[in-house]
């Protein structure tokens, strides 16, 4: 009596199917990890890869003055950035913070005590180059001109110290200012627990102001 031999027969097809299948997704996700890595790297880098132009610069002193804004101007860096009394205001939107309104003006010389984020990571690369305006204030350097234009006027100064000091060094100095001269430093609105670069700088006075002041001096003594 012979036996019968039953054979059974599993389709290979839906297993390969499954491997393919775990396989591209696992290429996706290899594929999707590289973008956002760098995606991440192009928003890090965007402040040294998004650098502006000598025109781009001219271009937004040319909508500030029309707009009658408050802006620094440092030629050396292509940077044309709005000054904003409003701490809030000016982190949220990557102004320079005006620390010292209660300046008097003597419409001569004017000193200003300013400060920005080095730093800020936006959720786009224009957004954190924006939010990080003093990302390269530590390339200034002695002799290098500052400009302020403010209420219609133009201040210009020519850096005489460029250095990195400690949060409470930088604050502290501000007693020790010269209502004169610049004073213009790194800060952040959540973490002041860095160093900060700090730059200073003294009022270029003009040979029509040097003759003013001699002018002035000289009548002050009859």
């Known amino acids: 009596m012979s036996r019968k031999h039953s054979h059974y027969h599993f389709d290979q097809q839906p297993i390969k199917r499954r491997s393919n299948k775990r396989t591209l997704l696992l290429l996706f996700g290899i594929f999707l990890l590289i973008v956002i890595g760098i995606y991440l790297f192009v928003i890090i ?3 040294d890869i998004m650098l502006d132009s000598s025109e781009s610069a001219k271009s937004k002193e040319t909508t500030l003055v029309s707009q009658k804004r408050d802006f620094v101007k440092v030629d050396k860096l292509n940077l044309v950035v709005p000054i904003e009394a409003d701490p809030d205001k000016a982190y949220a939107s990557g102004e320079i913070v005006w ?3 209660e300046t008097d003006d003597n419409n001569q010389s004017r000193g200003f005590i300013l400060c920005a984020t080095r730093f800020k ?3 786009t690369p224009q957004a954190t180059k924006t939010q990080s305006p003093f990302y390269h ?3 200034l350097s002695k002799d290098d001109e500052i400009d302020v234009y403010f209420q219609d006027q133009w201040y210009s100064y020519k850096v005489s110290d460029v250095r990195r000091d400690s949060p409470v060094e930088s604050s502290s100095s501000k007693g020790n200012f010269n209502q004169a001269s610049i004073k213009m430093y790194t800060c952040s609105n959540t973490d002041d627990s860095d160093s900060q670069f700090v730059v ?3 009022p270029i006075v003009t040979q029509k102001e040097t003759q003013k002041a001699t002018s002035d001096s000289g009548s002050s003594l009859l």
Do not use: H, V, Y
Request: hydrophobic share 15%; glycine share 14%.
């Open 99 to 101: 620390k010292n309104p």
């Open 137 to 139: 204030i530590e390339k």
């Open 45 to 47: 880098q965007s402040p």
């Open 121 to 123: 990571l936006g959720t």
């Open 200 to 202: 200073t700088g003294e």
